[in-house]
């Protein structure tokens, strides 16, 4: 892991702008729910490629060249995601000189498809509804894409061991270095340890990780809550998944049909689940744009409701209860990927008129014949 020292020199890639995110108190949202622990945001989307999966394609790649797998001016990366993987690839791939081919269901956003464009990439959209294991689905494509073209390589983040190592051995790691480092006092009490970590699960690489790095090298007694979103079959036990199994679902990045190689569903690792859905999800970006000033995407929220519904929760009282423990829930990416879509339209252009916004159509427009302009976007 990069010093923070080090982020005062010039850099030689925006490789080393990867990671060494900030620890972020989220004390007004602590405050609103009568949080007496410390609530505190892992905020991702300062990573050069805007999310926490920027640590996991600077990983994978820098391993294929140490192993040979990656040849100069041959390889072509070909990898199925729901985008932010991809993002973080054909970054490394464009500063490493490898052409990139990235298969995507059509679910996710413009925006993603336009950065990894914009980046070099080739795009392949999929059926949204395609099973995992399905020719046509983000997966089956890539693996044809695979076999056809010469130097083609997945480095496959839903497997690949560099995905959860690079969260044991960067994002715990910095989590970890940041809670030590602040010291308690009266008017911020702190363990001085992390005694909570609530993330969502995509592939499962960063709750592994992360897991991996605050309980064998941290604090053995952390807990690690997964929140998966409904519609979603990561989840343990298998019973919270029969609600609406199977259901699409909105928010992007997290949730899947199969269990990943590289998620540890061990209670070792992952102590608890939550199950949330898209308006508690949308819900929480809300709050956390309004009242912490963080432009965070829809699962985020995701880790953020699923975080708040746990603290409620008979095992997560405890915590919530005792001052200064220290309760930190990664938030992966930022809006720019999602503001195209519809929830966050009807949350920002679409709203209810605020009562300020009354106030400035009387200062602005008088009379009759003054256009209402100003109140369309209020």
């Known amino acids: 892991m990069a010093s923070t020292s080090a982020l ?3 850099l030689d890639t925006a490789l080393d702008a990867v990671g060494n995110t900030p620890l972020i108190r989220l004390d007004k949202i602590a405050a609103q729910e009568g949080l007496k622990c410390n609530l505190l945001g892992k905020v991702e989307f300062t990573s050069a490629g805007g999310s ?15 192993d040979g797998r990656l040849i100069p001016g041959k390889s072509v990366v070909i990898e199925p995601t729901s985008g932010n993987t991809g993002i973080g690839l ?6 490493k000189g490898y052409s990139v081919i990235i298969t995507m269901p059509n679910k996710m956003s413009l925006e993603k498809e336009a950065l ?3 980046l070099g990439a080739e795009v392949v959209r999929t059926p949204t509804e ?11 494509v890539a693996q044809k894409l695979q076999r056809e073209i010469p130097y083609g390589i997945i480095l496959d983040q839903y497997g690949n061991p560099n995905n959860p190592l690079a969260h044991e051995y960067t994002t715990g790691p910095e989590i970890i270095e940041a809670v030590v480092s602040t010291p308690s006092t009266a008017a911020r009490p702190s363990s001085e340890k992390v005694d909570a970590f609530i993330a969502g699960a995509g592939t499962g690489g960063t709750i ?16 690690v809550v997964g929140a998966d979103p409904i519609g979603s079959v990561l989840a343990k036990p298998d019973y919270l998944n029969v609600t609406d199994a199977g259901s699409m679902y909105v928010v992007e990045g997290i949730g899947y049909d199969f269990i990943p190689e590289v998620l540890s569903q061990d209670p070792a690792n992952v102590d608890s689940w939550v199950k949330t859905s898209d308006a508690e999800s949308f819900a929480a970006v809300q709050r956390l744009m309004r009242h912490e000033g963080l432009l965070v995407g829809g699962s985020s929220g995701s880790a953020l409701s699923g975080a708040l519904k746990w603290l409620k929760s008979a095992e997560g009282k405890r915590i919530a209860e005792t001052e200064g423990l220290n309760v930190v829930v990664l938030l992966p990416d930022g809006i720019r990927n999602y503001m195209s879509k519809s929830w966050f339209l009807d949350m920002t252009l679409h709203a ?6 009354g106030v400035i159509s009387q200062i602005l427009s008088p009379a009759e014949d003054i256009p209402h302009v100003y109140r369309s976007s209020l």
Do not use: Q, Y
Request: net charge positive; glycine share 4%.
């Open 8 to 10: 005062r020199h010039i």
């Open 52 to 66: 926490v999966k920027d640590r996991i394609a600077k990983a994978m790649v820098l391993a294929a060249e140490k």
């Open 90 to 95: 054909a970054m490394a791939c464009a500063i």
């Open 116 to 118: 990894l464009r914009a």
């Open 130 to 140: 395609a099973a995992w294991d399905a020719p046509e689905s983000h997966i089956g």
């Open 208 to 223: 592994t990780g992360v897991s991996r790095a605050l309980k064998k090298k941290h604090n053995p007694s952390c807990i």
């Open 352 to 357: 209810e008129p605020r009562p300020l916004a």
